[in-house]
T-cell receptor, first 111, second 112 residues
Framework: NAGVTQTPKFRVLKTGQSMTLLCAQD?????MYWYRQDPGMGLRLIHY???????AKGEVPDGYNVSRLKKQNFLLGLESAAPSQTSVYFC??????????FGPGTRLTVT | GQQLNQSPQSMFIQEGEDVSMNCTSS?????WLWYKQDPGEGPVLLIA?????ELTSNGRLTAQFGITRKDSFLNISASIPSDVGIYFC????????????FGKGTRLHILP
């Protein structure tokens, strides 16, 4: 099993560009999450999903959109990237919502 | 918003020493979790606690769910170089099965 995987691992964007981060899991997780991690800030929840076809806002949702069309995939979109979105993004999956298993992260730089 | 206060923010210890870190909240939690993050990787679940007063071990790691349900601590005994990393606590609110919140982490440094 690959577990939770994220694509891409690194990306550099210019301000105003758009991109989509892909999270895939083969652990049959019902719940999936997108977090961002900034120095000294811990992990902050962006959006999450409690099942295929559902999404909900987390703590810092502005500037991001998500979709969960298939149970195994959770996409995070940035429509118009801003320097404040420079961060490391982590996806996580869970069967029950609290024992979460994380992917390796995507390091995004917006110039 | 809801916050977890995790302390200390960073620690410098000698190899072989024991380590203690803790997390407190103004809210009651149903579950406490402890994660470790190695440089350049995602967090990995170390220990999950589900009942007030519960004490759980995972090798040299021991964690406890505080009696008040508003705190938890993690101890590491006889630290070794691979213990270096960031340790995060996380808590699940009562009646919320869908998400958890994280502390800001304790960065552990080990001196040779």
């Amino acid at each position: 099993n690959a577990g939770v995987t994220q694509t891409p691992k690194f990306r550099v964007l210019k301000t105003g560009q758009s991109m989509t981060l892909l999270c895939a899991q083969d652990m049959n997780h019902e719940y999936m999450y997108w977090y961002r991690q900034d120095p000294g800030m811990g992990l902050r929840l962006i959006h999450y999903s409690v099942g295929e076809g559902t999404t909900a806002k987390g703590e810092v949702p502005d500037g991001y959109n998500v979709s969960r069309l298939k149970k195994q995939n959770f996409l995070l979109g940035l429509e118009s990237a801003a320097p404040s979105q420079t961060s490391v993004y982590f996806c996580a999956g869970s069967r029950r919502g609290f024992e979460q298993y994380f992917g390796p992260g995507t390091r995004l730089t917006v110039t | 918003g809801q916050q977890l206060n995790q302390s200390p923010q960073s620690m410098f210890i000698q190899e072989g020493e024991d380590v203690s870190m803790n997390c407190t909240s103004s809210s009651i939690f149903n579950t406490w979790l402890w994660y470790k993050q190695d440089p350049g990787e995602g967090p990995v679940l170390l220990i999950a606690l589900y009942k007030a007063g519960e004490l759980t071990s995972n090798g040299r790691l021991t964690a406890q769910f505080g009696i008040t349900r508003k705190d938890s601590f993690l101890n590491i005994s006889a630290s070794i170089p691979s213990d270096v990393g960031i340790y995060f606590c996380a808590g699940r609110f009562m009646n919320r099965d869908d998400k958890i919140i994280f502390g800001k982490g304790t960065r552990l440094h080990i001196l040779p």
